[in-house]
Each structure stands twice: as C-alpha cells, then as structure tokens.
C-alpha cells in the first residue's frame, strides 16, 4: 500500500435564502420532478425521478461558472484520499476474459442507486459511458420498457435495479465467486441495510431547511439533463416541494431527528466494521461499495460534513475514497 500525501478537497457551502413566494405556483407543474421521494425506493435499488443531493453551494458574489467548475471539483470522487496520510488500497483488478467489452450507464448523476453502481465499475475499474436522463422526458430511456434508473446496458444486456445488477456483475467478472459463507452472509445482510435503511435517511437529511433543500438542487439542475428554463423552474420549485415532502418522508419512517438518525446510521456502520479497514476486511467488499456509493454524493453537502465530524465514519470513507480511486467513466 502507498501513501496519499495531500488534502482532499473540501467545498466550503454558504447558506442560501428561502425560495420565493411564487415558487408556489410552480410545484404542479414539476411534481413529477419530486413525486418520487414519497416511494423512494421500488425494486430495492432504483430510482422513477432525480431526488436527490447537491454538490455546496459557493459564496454570494462567484460567478455561475465558478460555482460550476467548485462542484465539479468536489463531485469528481476526490481523486486523491481526503486526508494526509491515508492509506490507499490498489483498485480490484479484473481478468481481461472478463471483463465487459461496452458498458453504458442510463442514470441521474445524483442518484444514490446510480451511484452504487458507479462506486461497483470505479472499483473494479470497468470503463463505462454514462447517458443522463431527463427526469421529466426519460426520452432517453424511451426504447426501454423499465422505465426508471439505473439501467446498464453490459455488452448488449439490459440490467436493471442497482443490487440486481451489482449481483449480475459481480457473477460475470468473478465467476468462481463463493457463495453462502459467513462472509458472504454478512455481506448480504449490510447490502440489504444500504437498500432498506440507509438511503431513507439521506432526503429527510439534504432537504432538512429551506437552503440545504436549494444546496441540493444547485447540484441537481446544474449536473441533471434539463433544459435552461426546466433548470431555472425545478431549482425552486423543486427545493420548495422537496422541504415539504421531506416531512412526510420524516414521518413514513418513523424519524423524529433527521441528524440523529443519520449519525446513528453512520456509527451502526462503524461498530458493523469491528476495527476492519472494510467489512470486507483488508479490501471492500460488495457491502462496502453500496454505502460508499449512496453515501458519496452526499459527502460534502451540509448533511455529509456535518456526519463526518459528528460521527467515526470519516476514517472509513477516507479509506473508499482511496480504494475506489479516479472515476473509469469514459466520454460517450
């Protein structure tokens, strides 16, 4: 193992103001934008619109395209480990004969699930297009009777649901993977934690006040595939139904402390790793890379600062970040 000598980078966010009171009229016209977060979850792992996360919001007075290139630099995975001195643990290397030749992925860059699959290919370091999705359209997705994200198309082969296709991937580039040992079962169990428990956290979390609920959707419209006046219109719209929505998100499952819960998740994970670098022990297993995909887009939101100074989460992601490395994506 070498070391990483360097800071990752932190975005600083400022608090932005409350949206405007037209606002209002405009939350029927994009309920489908958030109509969603009320079902989060279908089939254990995908997504039917973007609601999700942001990248920090920079300081009044940048420029537009300042900000955008800020949370590009944040958002592109922290190359680098982000503290000095982590270690870094070398990505897993895949046999050329099974390797997939085209891989495409069909997906909303914030979407947890999305992102699973993503933390999966820059592990192992699978190369992959990435198609965005218009979450109002999806005419990117037309041709696809599944109509929601993400989809991976693997040489050819339609995969759908985040978990479904990690299971289908992992099979293909490890086929003599062991099943049904205490490891595997272990395993098997915190992927289900990811699905089930976690990702319910994260919305109540992002969408918690009125100016994480805009953090959120400065990243959403700017990184999402939306026309200018669908951004401008769902920036807004979108953080004002979305603050609301998050109440009801609050109340379905039983969270009276957004904070807590999502601390208390993050050291449930903790105490799951018993002094392990990774559940996986000395390298991630597939259970590592579930929480580190959900939980990597929103690592430097508000939300995702405030976890890894409140909680012991931090030497861990660290630890991801590293082992996960540089994105493979490649230009479509």
């Known amino acids: ?177 062991a099943v049904g040992s205490v490891a595997d079962n272990e395993e098997k169990k915190w992927r289900g934690w990811v699905d089930n428990h976690l990702v319910h956290m994260l919305s109540p979390n992002i969408y918690r006040n009125t100016s994480e609920a805009l953090e959120s959707f400065d990243y959403i419209t700017s990184h999402g595939n939306f026309s200018f006046a669908e951004r401008i219109a769902a920036k807004y719209a979108g953080a004002a139904a979305m603050y609301f929505v998050s109440k009801k998100l609050k109340k379905k499952y039983n969270i009276t402390d957004e904070r807590a819960s999502l601390y208390e998740a993050a050291e449930t994970w903790v105490d799951a790793l018993d002094g392990r670098d990774f559940l996986g022990g000395t390298k991630p297993n597939l259970a590592d890379l579930a929480v580190y995909g959900v939980l990597r887009p929103i690592r430097y939101l508000k939300s995702g600062r405030d976890m890894v100074e409140q909680t012991r989460i931090g030497d861990w992601y660290a630890r991801m970040e590293a082992a996960a490395g540089p994105s493979s994506r490649i230009q479509a």
């Open 1 to 177: 193992m070498r070391r990483i000598n360097g800071l990752a980078a932190i975005c600083r966010a400022v608090e932005g103001v409350a949206a405007a009171p037209s606002v209002a009229g405009n939350l029927v016209r994009h309920h489908r934008l958030v109509q969603a977060a009320l079902s989060t979850t279908t089939n254990n792992g995908s997504l039917s619109r973007s609601n999700w996360l942001s990248c920090n919001r920079t300081a009044a007075g940048q420029s537009t395209s300042a900000a955008a290139h800020a949370v590009g630099g944040v958002i592109l995975f922290s190359v680098a480990a982000s503290a000095i001195g982590v270690e870094a643990h070398a990505k897993e290397p895949v046999q050329s004969e099974f390797r997939p030749k085209d891989v495409v992925l069909y997906q909303y860059e914030a979407c947890p699930f999305c992102n699973k699959v993503k933390a999966f290919l820059d592990y192992y370091d699978i190369p992959y297009k990435v198609v965005e999705v218009n979450p109002l359209s999806k005419k990117e997705i037309k041709w696809s009777d599944y109509k929601k994200v993400p989809i991976l198309m693997v040489d050819g082969e339609q995969m759908v649901d985040s978990s479904d296709i990690i299971d289908k991937l992992a099979k293909k580039i490890h086929p003599d993977r």
